[in-house]
Every structure is written in structure tokens, then in C-alpha cells.
């Protein structure tokens, strides 16, 4: 399995043992006013990383382009950033607002970079012909 394809389900774990235990602590509170952070976490960070993993792991050669670690890179510093800044704005931290809208579109590049991940071709390896001496 590719590098990036490990990060990934390695990152997508993380954010999973996140999300469940903001979703514990709703539950045991009863207080549930960070049900968007929690969303976000569960979404973004284990279901989306899970695919984009699963996506590198069938696509080993667009792994490896230094595209994908870029990707990589961004949609994971969008998250480690929206995550926690959206769970305190949703406390009532309005200060968080600005850092949430970054994250956000830091996470939104890292999506677009998959996308270009996605719709650009293979990379095919050129291979010299043998000349001819005819």
C-alpha cells in the first residue's frame, strides 16, 4: 500500500477516536451545542481521509506524485485547525469565527487538490525506442 494511503488511514483513525470522544462527552453532558464540530470531525476527518486513502490505495501511481503529499499536507492542516477552532466557537468563543473561515478555506484547497488529483491522467512512463538502423 502507498505511504499517502497509510497517512491517510492513519490520520482518518486519529480524528475518529476524536470524534467519538466529542460525541461521548455530548452525550454524558447533555449538552450538545458542539454537534457541528463533531459532524466535521466524523465527515471531514475519519469518512473523507478513509476515501482519499482507499482512492491512493487503488491508484498507487498517482501516489506517488508529489502532488498527493502536497494534498495531503493542506487538507490535514485545514482540519487540525477547523476542528478545534469550530468546537470553541460553537462554546461561544466569537473570536474563533476568523480562525474557522481559514480553516475552512485551507480545507476547501485541500479538496480541490484531490480533485485536480482525480482528473488529471496517469502519468505514463516514456519509455526510448530502440533506433532504428535501417
Known amino acids: 500500500m502507498p505511504r499517502i494511503a497509510q497517512l491517510y ?19 454524558i453532558s447533555q449538552d450538545h451545542s458542539v ?34 503529499m502536497i494534498q495531503y499536507y493542506v487538507y490535514t492542516a485545514g482540519l487540525v485547525l477547523m476542528i478545534p477552532s469550530l468546537y470553541m466557537f460553537l462554546l461561544g468563543n466569537m473570536a474563533m469565527e476568523p480562525v474557522v473561515a481559514v480553516a475552512s478555506i485551507i480545507t476547501f484547497i485541500g479538496v480541490l487538490l484531490f480533485a485536480v488529483i482525480i482528473f488529471t491522467g496517469e502519468q505514463v512512463a516514456v519509455t526510448p525506442s530502440a533506433q532504428s538502423y535501417r
Open 9 to 27: 488511514f492513519k490520520t482518518a483513525i486519529l480524528f475518529l477516536i476524536l470524534g467519538i470522544g466529542m460525541g461521548l462527552n455530548m452525550a
Open 35 to 68: 454537534i457541528g464540530a463533531h459532524a466535521h470531525c466524523n465527515l471531514l476527518g475519519w469518512v473523507t481521509m478513509a476515501i482519499f486513502g482507499g482512492y491512493h490505495a487503488l491508484n498507487p501511481r498517482k501516489a506517488e506524485r508529489r502532488l498527493a
